[in-house]
C-alpha cells in the first residue's frame, strides 16, 4: 500500500500558477473568435443631464462600423437590470437602472448609445463622433445633501432621494441604556468612497449561434450561473436553457465582479441583432467611472459607557450613499452586512441601528472586499479607542472589559437579527498580537520619545466578521431573491483520476489548488491527479459563485461532501471485488483493504475500471463514481482576530510611516497556509490603502476628479512594511473542517488599526480623529491647529 501524507495544512505552492505567470492564462481579451466585432459604449460627461438629441449619422457612416444604437432600438428587447437583494423587510424605492440611458442621464459614465466596428479603434473612434446633446441639471454627489430639502432629485420613484429607511436593533432599550449610562462618546464618520481597481477591467465576449438559437457569454464575472438567470429571466428575451455563461481567468475583482452590468446585455442583444461576435472591454477611465465603486457611508454614532469602561448601548444613523440607482444586492450591503454587525467583538447590551440608502449622481456603490463589515468594524473600533481616550484608559483594557468570552458562544448580538456567531476566543489573539509586539515595551518607547518630539503611535484593531454567507433562509430575509448554497460535483474517472467541478469561482485565491488538496485527501490520491473545473454554467451544476469569503466553508464543504457519497460506493465495491462483507473493507490511502489483512486490497483504480465496466459492482447498484452535492449550511461562520500597527507621523510634513504591521488572526483551520498568509497579506494593504491613501471624489456637478492612476492613489509595495502574521485556530462547528474564510479579513482589520495609530500618534497633542484617507496634508492640518 502507497502512503501519502496529508496535503490539508501543507503550503503547496499553487497549481494554477505557472500556466498564469508564463502568460499561458486565458483571459476574456484573449479569447478570439472568427469575425469578432467590437463594442464601444458612448458616455455622459455629465452628471445629471436631459437628453435632448442623439445623432448617431457621422459614427454610422464611418467605415468598419456596422451599428450604432440607442435606448431607443432596445426599448423593445431589453428589460432595466434589476436589483437582486432589495433591503430586507422594508419599503425599497428601486427605480428602473436601463441598460441605456433613456430621456435622462444620472451620472458621469452613464451609457447613452453603443457602436459595433470590426475593429476596436474603430469603434472607439466611432463612438466619439456620437453627437448628443444636453440639458443640464443640478446634481447632488453628498448624500448628506442629497437628502435635504430642495435636493435636486434623480428619480421620481425614489422621493427625497431615499431608496430605502430600514433599522435593526431595540430603540427603547437602547434609550433606557443612555439614560443610564456615566459617560457617553460622540463621533461623526466618513468612510470613504473607493474604487476597486482589479488588475483587469470587466467586458464581455458575446456569441449567438443561429443555427442552435444558443447565445455564449465569455464574461469577467464572480458568480456566472446566477448572471445567467438574471439576464435571461429578468433582461433578455433568451429562454435560460439557450443561454451559456463562462467565466474565463479573472485578473481580481475584489467584488466589483459580482453585480450584473449594462455591457452584458448589449453584447449578447447586438451579436444576435448583427449575426457575429461581439467584444468590449472596458478601458480603465471606463472601470473609474462606470464599474461600481465601494463604501460611501456618512455614520453619526453615540456610544454609552459606565466610568469602569463598560459598554452599555450604541446607536447608529448611516447614509449610504448608493450612486445614481440600485446596484444588484447594494440595498443589501449596507443593512444585512454593515448594520446587523456594528456590535462587533463585544457583549453590547443594547443597539439601535439607522440605515437611510440614498441616491446622488455618482457611480453606483455596492460590494467592495469586506462588504458592509469594514464599515462597521471601523466604526465600533473607532469608537472603542474613542471611549478609551476618555476615560483615560488603555484601549487594550477597554477591548478586554468587553469582548464576548468564550463561554458565550454561540453568541447572538442583541435584537440585530444577525445569526449566533459560531465560535471565538477573542481575548486570545489580542493577548498574542500584545506579546508578538512586546506592546509594553513599545508604550515605554512612545512615552519616551515623545519627550524628543517623536510621533509615534500604536493602533489596535480587534474584528470579528461574518463569513460563509448563507444560509439561503437567512439570507433570503435579508432581501436575496436566490438560494445560497453551493455546488459540488465529482467524478472518479475509469483510470482513477478525478474531475472535480465546483460552483465557486476562483479571481485569485488558489481554488484549483485547495480544492485540489481537499478532494486529494479524501481520495488519498496526489494532487496531479486531481482536477479542479469551474466557470462554466455549461458543465457544472448551479452554483453562487464566490465572495463573501464562502468558498471554503460552503464551497469546500459541498466538495467532500460528494466525495463522502462516492466513498461509500467505493467501499461497498470494493468489498464485492474483494468476497467480503462491506463492513469488513476499509478505505485509506487511495486503496480499499480487508480490515487486519492490508495485503488483501484493491486501489482506487482498479475499483472506479471495475465501476466503469460495470462488472464487480454489486447487484443493483449503478455504474460509474460520480456525485453531486448542493451544500446549504446551517448558519454563517465568524472569524476573528487582532491587528496592532505601529507608525511614526513626520510632525514637519504629516507623513506617516508605517514602522511596523502585526496580525494575530484566528480564520479556523487552513487548507494552505501560504495561501493563506497571500489573502492576508492582500487584505492588510488594501485596507492601508484605504486609511492613508485611497478615495474617490467628485466636484458639485457630478464629475469624477479621481477619474485615473494619476488621481487616485492606491499603495505601493514601497510604502508598506514587512506583515508579521500569526494565528490561532478555533475551529467553527459550522464548516467540514472547521474553517472560517479569510478573503476579506485583512481589510477589514487594518484600516481601523492604521487610522487609530495615527490618531494615538497624536493623541497628547489633543488631536481624537482624522477623516479618511489620512493624507499628509490632513495631518499637516491638523498639527497646525490651536491646542
Not at 463562462?246 to 475583482?253: Q, T
Not at 461574518?466 to 444560509?471: E, N, S
Not at 492606491?714 to 474564510?741: H, M, Q
Request: net charge negative.
Amino acid at each position: 500500500m502507497v502512503t501519502t501524507a496529508p496535503l490539508v495544512g501543507q503550503s503547496v505552492k499553487r497549481k494554477e500558477d505557472p500556466r498564469l505567470l508564463t502568460g499561458n492564462g486565458r483571459y476574456l481579451d484573449d479569447i478570439r473568435l472568427p469575425n469578432t466585432h467590437h463594442m464601444a459604449v458612448r458616455r455622459s460627461p455629465y452628471g445629471h443631464a436631459n437628453i435632448l438629441s442623439i445623432d448617431t449619422e457621422a459614427a454610422a457612416n464611418l467605415p468598419g462600423v456596422v451599428g450604432v444604437f440607442t435606448a431607443e432600438d432596445l426599448k423593445d428587447s431589453v428589460k432595466p437590470l434589476p436589483c437582486g437583494m432589495p433591503a430586507g423587510g422594508v419599503e425599497n424605492h428601486l427605480p428602473p437602472h436601463r441598460v441605456l440611458a433613456q430621456d435622462r442621464v444620472r451620472y458621469v459614465g452613464d451609457a447613452v448609445a453603443f457602436v459595433v466596428a470590426n475593429d476596436p479603434y474603430i469603434a472607439h473612434d466611432a463612438m466619439e463622433l456620437i453627437d448628443v446633446q444636453y440639458q443640464e441639471l443640478p446634481a447632488v454627489v453628498d448624500a448628506a445633501r442629497a437628502v435635504e430639502p430642495g435636493a435636486p432629485q434623480l428619480h421620481d420613484e425614489a422621493p427625497g432621494n431615499i431608496c430605502m429607511h430600514w433599522t435593526a436593533g431595540n430603540k427603547d432599550d437602547t434609550d433606557a441604556a443612555f439614560a443610564n449610562a456615566e459617560v457617553v462618546v460622540k463621533h461623526h464618520i466618513y468612510n470613504q468612497r473607493l474604487i476597486p481597481n482589479p488588475l483587469e477591467t470587466r467586458g464581455t465576449l458575446a456569441n449567438y449561434d443561429a443555427g442552435t438559437e444558443e447565445t455564449t457569454l465569455w464574461v469577467t464575472s464572480q458568480l456566472p450561473h446566477v448572471h445567467k438567470i438574471l439576464l435571461s429571466a429578468f433582461v433578455l428575451d433568451i429562454p435560460e436553457h439557450k443561454l451559456r455563461l463562462i467565466a474565463p481567468e479573472i485578473g481580481g475583482a475584489f467584488g466589483s465582479k459580482i453585480f450584473l452590468y449594462a455591457d452584458m446585455a448589449l453584447t449578447a442583444w447586438a451579436s444576435k441583432h448583427l449575426g457575429v461576435p461581439v467584444k468590449f472591454v472596458e478601458t480603465r477611465m471606463e472601470n473609474y467611472v462606470a464599474t461600481q465603486h465601494g463604501r460611501d457611508q456618512t455614520q453619526d454614532i453615540e456610544l454609552a459607557a459606565r466610568r469602569d469602561g463598560t459598554m452599555l448601548g450604541l446607536r447608529v444613523k448611516s447614509l449610504a450613499n448608493l450612486g445614481a440607482y440600485p446596484s444588484t444586492i447594494a440595498p443589501g450591503v449596507v443593512t444585512a452586512l454593515f448594520g446587523r454587525m456594528v456590535s462587533g467583538a463585544y457583549r453590547i447590551p443594547a443597539i439601535w441601528v439607522e440605515v437611510d440608502g440614498v441616491y446622488t449622481n455618482t457611480a453606483m456603490v455596492d460590494a467592495y472586499r469586506g462588504a458592509g463589515r469594514p464599515e462597521a468594524t471601523y466604526l465600533v473600533e473607532r469608537m472603542v479607542d474613542l471611549l478609551a481616550d476618555e476615560l483615560a484608559m488603555d484601549p487594550v483594557d477597554v477591548r478586554r472589559k468587553n469582548f464576548i468570552p468564550p463561554d458565550a458562544f454561540p453568541y447572538t448580538p442583541p435584537d440585530l437579527g444577525m445569526l449566533p456567531y459560531d465560535s471565538g476566543n477573542y481575548a486570545v489573539t489580542l493577548d498574542r498580537a500584545l506579546n508578538h509586539v512586546n506592546y509594553s515595551a513599545l508604550r515605554a518607547q512612545q512615552e519616551e520619545g515623545r519627550k524628543a518630539g517623536r510621533l509615534m503611535g500604536i493602533g489596535i484593531s480587534s474584528y470579528v466578521e461574518v463569513c460563509g454567507l448563507a444560509p439561503s433562509s437567512w439570507i433570503q430575509k435579508q432581501g436575496w431573491g436566490g438560494p445560497m448554497y453551493e455546488s459540488a460535483e465529482i467524478r472518479v474517472l475509469p483510470t482513477g483520476k478525478i474531475s472535480a467541478v465546483t460552483g465557486s469561482l476562483s479571481h485569485g485565491q488558489g481554488h484549483e489548488t485547495t480544492f485540489a488538496q481537499i478532494v486529494a485527501d479524501e481520495f488519498g490520491v496526489g494532487m496531479g491527479d486531481v482536477e479542479i473545473k469551474y466557470g462554466d454554467t455549461a458543465g457544472a451544476p448551479f452554483g453562487m459563485g464566490t465572495y463573501g469569503s464562502r468558498s471554503l466553508a460552503v464551497g469546500g464543504t459541498a466538495l467532500q461532501k460528494s466525495a463522502q457519497k462516492i466513498k461509500e460506493k467505493i467501499l461497498a465495491i470494493g468489498a464485492n471485488l474483494l468476497e467480503v462483507a462491506p463492513e469488513d473493507v476499509e478505505f485509506d490511502h487511495g486503496s480499499v483493504s480487508v480490515k487486519g489483512a492490508p495485503g488483501s486490497s484493491k486501489t482506487l483504480a482498479e475499483i472506479a475500471f471495475a465501476a466503469w465496466l460495470n462488472t464487480g459492482v454489486p447487484a443493483g447498484m449503478e455504474a460509474g463514481l460520480e456525485a453531486t452535492t448542493y451544500y446549504d449550511p446551517p448558519s454563517c461562520t465568524f472569524p476573528f482576530g487582532t491587528h496592532i500597527c505601529v507608525v511614526d507621523v513626520d510632525p514637519d510634513t504629516g507623513h506617516v510611516d508605517i514602522i511596523r504591521y502585526v496580525a494575530v488572526d484566528d480564520v479556523g483551520p487552513v487548507v494552505n497556509p501560504m495561501i493563506v498568509d497571500g489573502q492576508l497579506e492582500g487584505g492588510i494593504a488594501q485596507g492601508i490603502g484605504q486609511a492613508l491613501f485611497e478615495g474617490a471624489v467628485y466636484d458639485k456637478f457630478g464629475y469624477l476628479l479621481t477619474g485615473s492612476m494619476i488621481d487616485y492613489a492606491v499603495p505601493r509595495a514601497s510604502y508598506l512594511p514587512n506583515f508579521e502574521l500569526d494565528r490561532t485556530v478555533t475551529p467553527s462547528p459550522i464548516s467540514a473542517f472547521g474553517s472560517k474564510g479569510v478573503g476579506e479579513a485583512g481589510t477589514i482589520a487594518s484600516t481601523p488599526a492604521v487610522a487609530n495609530a495615527v490618531v494615538d500618534a497624536l493623541s497628547h497633542l489633543g488631536i481624537r480623529d482624522l477623516q479618511m484617507p489620512i493624507t499628509p496634508q490632513r495631518v499637516w492640518h491638523a498639527l497646525q491647529q490651536p491646542k
